[in-house]
């Protein structure tokens, strides 16, 4: 085969979209045979196979095939054609290895190299200094790139003519840099300007002239908004259509184009509507990248339509529409099907849809695959919280530890956010000490715990109720908390949490507000926290008893959320709920019930009867109807949740906390022997699966316990109550240990170990009096031990009890409140117990008035007061008479013995 020959194919193969590597491998043999190793048509045939080879993804055998022509053409002449021709190919292709540094500096040496041989302004000058320019663009220094491609248009008119295609790519170039660099206004000048150029030299209906049109319409969007855009880009695909007909490439993207900008436009429906045009494939039958594009731009577009329904778009039907175009017409595009299944699944699940989320990430995981460990690991990531939000969390916590164990290799970085997870999983159904160790494994024994592990460990411990735990972990990062960012606003809030925990809620309320203030000059922290934050700080309102604060704050919040992530999200559905039981600890029980069943009937509807969140809130709601003395509304409530939580659920874990529940709605409907059959049950399973210090089996053991006692079986329930006390001795189960206390000292009561029963409610009242002694558990403790005291005859300590009760009930309380004015008569009764008549009547003649002005005139402890009030006025009198009495008989007596000794003196 001839020079000419070799030359002519060579042509013929580069013409090609990709040249086939192998035909140029044979090529390059042949030239090598017929011409020489040396021979310059075989250098060009072997850079050409180089480059293909690299291209077909061979890059190492390619760039080494082409470091031998180099060094080859190099060792004849180093400077020369050959070997400049050999650089040019070996730039080229180290930019699109995307070397660009590298094939930057390579460019230069060309550029010099041809001036060499060619002088400053020819052609191949120009165009090496047009390739150095676009590399130094792509490696990101574009002022640079723009000023040696202003400096290759200044010497370009000396070479090429306005309209010569390489002419026109310089000064394209120029329009794309000015485009990057923002500079919006002279890019259009530029593009204009190659539009004037492109009318002479290729036509009105030539596809690249039509294609500067298109930019330059897009530049307008960028430039000044949507509206006068979409007026030239209607028009720029009336003609497209014209001209190239409705299966061209150029004629889909400027359709597409259409559609974006009515999108922007506010125009919802119409983009829709375009846009399942142009994928239906009816008309415009797209090449596979301008597909994808507009795929992903549409699923990108209907993420923006409102929720509300306003703008008429099935957005769900959309999604389902293009993932199905993805998976029939750009199945090979795995990295494009990927990003259409988890920006569907992500939609999904921020419409709390995440039994459909769930299914489209099963679907996804073996694309996810394909793409390697991380791809799967975040994959299976958001699966687990779809299935967590559902409350299948025994099979959330197996998909993230499969995750895990596929994921070893990777970079423990990228493992972080699944670990984090998996932990904080495990700690929401009481396996905490699981979760801790999960951080234990990241640092040595003894070694500092970093802030961010200080942070989430924090949260297992509050969730365990190990509240001192997890001030200890949070307590060294405090105090340069807001230095850290977003890391060291956690630290705030958990360490806030923790002390409302251990009932320290000044101190977390001040901490709240630290955070808050935090927040706002940090100015960087997401809303999802802010709101977080104002939640918090309302709820500790509530704990301090600042209701109207309380509610104010709650009302702001929710207000916000449904604005912001929908009125049926959980973040929404939580702030209703502490709102409603705000209003129950003021007593206004119309409005606690009224909020606390919208709550439960959201969580019905959005998360299902078995769900544990709408358990909770049929339990709440629930109490207030007991309290609110509503019969029907509580069995209507009680049966509707008990016929929700009839299945047991995936785990012995959830069947455990399914139990407990059911025995909570089983007592309250009075039924106290089934209760305690499910509360058994419940306390079995959880120690099995949780162990026996879980604060849940300790809860279901507790609460079996008091079954026990509600059923009057006193002894048994002693020995009930022995087994719970031992796993509350600690700090942070005070409160909870107090109660049992008491609990245990009435049963010892009324079981007949009278002494015993006096000691554990001394120790109770101990404790709680060291722990809150304003709280007002401690303040009912205080009440029951003075009881205790004057049934057993002891009414001087009672009295003295008593006369401090009253006293810091009125101070917490508040003067007009019924426990204040219920501790003012036990005084009064305590003093007409013991005789003293008089005091209990003056105590009685200004406590009665006051007590129907505030609870009523038929009110019980009125009615009762008023009782106690006339037995002392009864009691008093009766002690003044016989005084009178007694005095008259004295005077009498007297009168008797003075009247014997005159007699008998005289």
Request: aromatic share 4%.
């Amino acid at each position: 085969m001839s020079a000419e020959e070799i030359g002519e194919r060579l042509a013929a193969i580069c013409d090609e979209p990709e040249p086939d590597a192998r035909a140029l491998g044979e090529l390059r043999r042949t030239a090598e045979s017929e011409l020489g190793v040396h021979h310059p048509l075989t250098w060009e045939v072997t850079c050409h196979h180089a480059t293909a080879v690299a291209h077909a993804g061979n890059d190492v055998e390619g760039l080494e095939s082409l470091d031998v022509v180099l060094a080859r053409a190099q060792r004849d002449d180093p400077a020369g054609t050959a070997a400049t021709r050999a650089l040019e190919f070996k730039a080229a292709l180290l930019s699109h290895l995307d070397r660009d540094d590298e094939a930057a500096a390579l460019w230069e040496q060309v550029v010099r190299q041809w001036r060499i041989h060619d002088g400053e302004r020819s052609a191949r000058v120009l165009t090496a200094r047009f390739q150095f320019s676009r590399t130094l663009a792509w490696s990101g220094e574009l002022d640079r790139a723009l000023g040696e491609i202003g400096a290759v248009l200044a010497d370009s008119d000396h070479v090429w003519s306005p309209y010569d295609p390489p002419a026109i790519d310089v000064l394209t170039h120029q329009a794309r840099l000015l485009r990057s660099l923002d500079r919006l206004e002279q890019s259009i000048e530029v593009y204009r300007r190659i539009l004037a150029r492109r009318l002479v030299a290729q036509g009105a209906d030539h596809p690249r002239t039509l294609r500067v049109r298109k930019h330059i319409a897009i530049m307008i969007r960028d430039k000044d908004g949507p509206e006068e855009a979409l007026r030239i880009l209607e028009d720029l695909a009336a003609d497209t259509l014209d001209a190239l007909g409705p299966t061209h490439n150029e004629s889909f993207d400027v359709a597409e184009e259409v559609a974006y900008t009515l999108s922007l436009s506010g125009e919802h429906r119409r983009a829709d509507t375009a846009y399942r045009h142009l994928v239906s494939g009816r008309t415009l039958i797209p090449e596979g990248p301008y597909l994808a594009v507009a795929v992903r731009r549409w699923t990108a577009a209907i993420t923006r339509v409102p929720d509300d329904g306003s703008a008429g778009v099935d957005v769900g039907g959309s999604f389902q529409l293009a993932l199905e175009v993805s998976k029939e017409r750009l199945a090979t595009d795995v990295g494009h099907l990927d990003a259409m299944y988890r920006r569907f699944a992500g939609w999904l699940a921020a419409q709390h849809r995440h039994a459909d989320a769930v299914a489209v990430l099963r679907e996804a995981e073996p694309i996810a695959g394909q793409l390697g460990s991380a791809t799967l690991l975040d994959v299976r990531h958001h699966l687990a919280r779809s299935l967590r939000s559902l409350g299948r969390v025994e099979e959330s916590i197996e998909v993230l530890r499969h995750a895990l164990t596929e994921a070893a290799d990777l970079d423990p970085e990228r493992r972080r956010p699944v670990e984090h997870s998996l932990a904080m999983t495990l700690s929401d159904i009481d396996r905490g000490a699981e979760a801790i160790e999960l951080f234990r494994r990241r640092a040595p024994a003894g070694a500092e715990v970093s802030i961010e592990d200080a942070a989430d460990l924090a949260v297992i411990f509050v969730r365990d109720e190990r509240y001192s735990d997890a001030i200890a972990v949070l307590t060294p990062h405090a105090a340069t908390a807001v230095e850290h960012g977003r890391v060291g606003l956690r630290v705030l809030g958990n360490l806030a949490l923790a002390l409302c925990g251990s009932g320290s809620h000044q101190r977390a309320l001040a901490m709240w507000a630290e955070l808050s203030a935090a927040e706002r000059e940090q100015n960087t922290s997401d809303i999802t926290d802010i709101h977080r934050t104002r939640h918090n700080m309302a709820r500790e309102y509530g704990h301090v008893e600042d209701f109207t604060r309380a509610i104010s704050e709650f009302d702001q919040v929710i207000a916000e959320r449904r604005a912001r992530v929908g009125p049926e999200s959980p973040d929404t559905l939580t702030s209703m709920s502490a709102r409603a039981y705000v209003f129950e600890q003021m007593g206004d029980l119309a409005e606690a019930i009224r909020s606390y069943r919208e709550v439960w009937e959201l969580r019905r509807r959005v998360l299902g009867d078995n769900h544990p969140s709408t358990a909770d809130s049929a339990r709440d709601l629930g109490d207030v109807l007991a309290r609110a003395g509503d019969t029907a509304g509580l069995e209507e409530v009680t049966d509707a949740a008990l016929a929700g939580l009839a299945s047991d659920g995936d785990s012995p874990a959830a069947a455990g906390r399914n139990a407990y529940l059911r025995g909570v709605l089983l007592k309250r409907r009075d039924r106290t022997a089934d209760s305690l059959v499910e509360f058994r049950r419940a306390t079995e399973l959880l120690e099995q699966s949780l162990g026996a210090g879980a604060p849940a089996t300790i809860t279901a053991r507790k609460a079996a316990a008091d079954a026990v006692y509600g059923l009057g079986q006193y002894a048994d329930a002693v020995r009930a109550y022995r087994v719970v006390l031992p796993f509350l001795e600690s700090e942070d189960r005070r409160q909870d240990q107090v109660n049992v206390l008491d609990r245990f000292s009435t049963a010892l009561q009324k079981a007949g170990a009278h002494a015993e029963a006096m000691d554990a409610l001394r120790h109770a009242y101990d404790l709680a009096v060291a722990w809150a002694p304003d709280d007002r558990n401690t303040l009912r403790i205080r009440s029951n031990l003075g009881r205790r005291l004057a049934a057993q005859g002891d009414h001087d300590a009672a009295e003295s009890i008593y006369r401090a009760l009253a006293t810091d009930r009125e101070r917490v309380l508040g003067p007009d409140d019924r426990l204040t004015l219920d501790t003012r008569s036990d005084v009064a009764e305590t003093l007409l117990a013991r005789g003293d008549a008089r005091g209990a009547k003056a105590l009685f003649a200004t406590l009665v008035p006051h007590m129907e002005r505030v609870l009523g005139p038929d009110d019980r402890d009125t009615v009762r007061a008023r009782g106690k009030h006339a037995e002392a006025v009864e009691q008093a009198s009766a002690t003044v008479a016989r005084y009178v009495s007694a005095g008259i008989a004295t005077v009498i007596a007297v009168i008797l013995v003075a009247m014997v000794v005159v007699n008998t003196f005289s």
